[in-house]
């Protein structure tokens, strides 16, 4: 764009002179002056930034060379004292603005009292006139040029901070995510060492033949998991909402028979991530093994139930108990069956939560939710 206004603002003057200067050097200083700028300008949605500044480079240095030759390209005549200065003169700004975008702020200080100094010289030597005059033009030049050269350089170095500001927001953010999954790991690990390893283990320890038949059944589903746990990442797939609920209801049969059981369903169409049915199961079995567990005092009956609700896009499974309960505020932080086979499981299911309310005497409710994100 400044090419073109500067090209449009010196038109006179390019006509005026061209009977005074080479033919093909007339068009060549064209090119180089207004011509690259105007190329950088079309392409540069398109070029990487070391391009940019490369061709940036070569527009600052082709403007320095024209300014150098230009009393070697005059026919050998002077310009008329009445005409205006050199044409060049009047578009060093497009020069000193492109050295800004492609060199370091000394070289480009460097690059403009040069170009002041040529000024003088094709100024003086150009057409006949008085010292102080050309002398005036350069400290003018120096002045004005000197705020496109600022504006460049500082745009160039506030883009680098910003980039190196993006970079290490990328790191930042790379670091943490890898920190997240590391612990998302982790939490599976603990998770399936508590669910399934320690609940063989501790099966396999009590006496009678539908223990070791129990502990046979739950060795070979724990080494299910473990084979799952470090197969190959598939593709998520999905599940219908019809089996969502038999999954639920089988996991409560399988672990509390004696359970009461029911549902409420919407939409028997609806399909969901394959993951939803997973993290509800596993949760849901560790709550009802809590429930068999701690739940119970000796003597009393213990009643427990699976609700299950599925409403539009959101799912929620509570199990319930009446049996003696237990302080939240005392369950020791190495306890992984709440912190990491319940909440820290339902955290990482995508719109996933969960809610365990209890009290000393009053039983016990855990709910599982998930809203579709």
């Known amino acids: 764009m400044a090419s073109i206004v500067f090209g449009a603002l010196l038109l006179p003057a390019i006509f005026a002179q061209a009977e005074f200067l080479l033919g093909w050097w007339d068009a060549a200083a064209l090119f180089l002056v207004f011509g690259l700028p105007l190329i950088m300008g079309l392409i540069a949605n398109w070029c990487s930034g070391v391009v940019i500044r490369r061709i940036a480079g070569g527009i600052a240095l082709g403007q320095l060379l024209v300014m150098a030759t230009w009393l070697v390209a005059m026919?050998?005549?002077?310009?008329?004292?009445?005409a205006d200065s050199a044409w060049v003169l009047g578009a060093t700004a497009i020069g000193t603005t492109a050295a800004g975008l492609?060199?370091?702020?000394?070289?480009?200080?460097?690059?403009?009292?040069?170009?002041?100094?040529?000024?003088?010289?094709?100024?003086?030597?150009?057409?006949?006139?008085?010292?102080?005059?050309?002398?005036?033009?350069?400290?003018?030049?120096?002045?004005?040029?000197?705020?496109?050269?600022?504006?460049?350089?500082?745009?160039?170095?506030?883009?680098?901070?910003?980039?190196?500001?993006?970079?290490?927001?990328?790191?930042?953010?790379?670091?943490?995510?890898?920190?997240?999954?590391?612990?998302?790991?982790?939490?599976?690990?603990?998770?399936?060492?508590?669910?399934?390893?320690?609940?063989t283990l501790l099966i396999a320890a009590q006496d009678g033949a539908e223990s070791r038949e129990a502990a046979t059944h739950q060795a070979r589903k724990?080494?299910?998991?473990?084979?799952?746990?470090?197969?190959?990442?598939?593709?998520?797939?999905?599940?219908?909402?019809?089996?969502?609920?038999?999954?639920?209801?089988?996991?409560?049969?399988?672990?509390?028979?004696?359970?009461?059981?029911?549902?409420?369903?919407?939409?028997?169409?609806?399909?969901?991530?394959?993951?939803?049915?997973?993290?509800?199961?596993?949760?849901?079995?560790?709550?009802?093994?809590?429930?068999?567990?701690?739940?119970?005092?000796?003597?009393?009956?213990?009643?427990?139930?699976?609700?299950v609700s599925v409403h539009g896009n959101h799912i929620e499974v509570m199990v319930l108990d009446d049996g003696r309960g237990f302080d939240l505020s005392r369950i020791a932080p190495s306890r992984l069956g709440i912190a990491i086979s319940i909440r820290a499981r339902m955290a990482r299911l995508p719109g996933g939560s969960s809610d365990v309310v209890s009290r000393l005497g009053h039983g016990t409710r855990v709910v599982l939710r998930w809203e579709r994100p």
């Open 75 to 82: 026919t050998g005549r002077a310009l008329p004292g009445d």
């Open 222 to 307: 724990t080494v299910a998991q473990i084979t799952d746990f470090t197969a190959d990442p598939t593709p998520r797939s999905t599940i219908t909402v019809l089996d969502f609920i038999w999954r639920q209801q089988a996991t409560t049969t399988e672990i509390d028979p004696e359970a009461e059981f029911n549902y409420v369903l919407d939409n028997h169409d609806a399909v969901l991530p394959a993951e939803v049915g997973g993290a509800f199961g596993e949760s849901l079995a560790e709550a009802l093994r809590n429930v068999l567990r701690h739940a119970s005092a000796p003597g009393e009956e213990l009643h427990r139930a699976v609700r």
């Open 102 to 199: 492609a060199w370091r702020a000394r070289f480009v200080w460097i690059y403009l009292v040069a170009t002041c100094m040529l000024l003088i010289v094709i100024r003086y030597l150009a057409s006949p006139q008085p010292f102080a005059i050309p002398l005036q033009d350069a400290l003018y030049t120096l002045m004005f040029d000197s705020i496109f050269a600022a504006l460049a350089v500082v745009t160039v170095r506030a883009g680098f901070n910003l980039d190196n500001v993006a970079d290490l927001a990328s790191a930042n953010a790379t670091r943490v995510a890898m920190t997240r999954a590391q612990a998302q790991e982790l939490s599976r690990v603990d998770a399936l060492m508590h669910d399934g390893v320690l609940a």
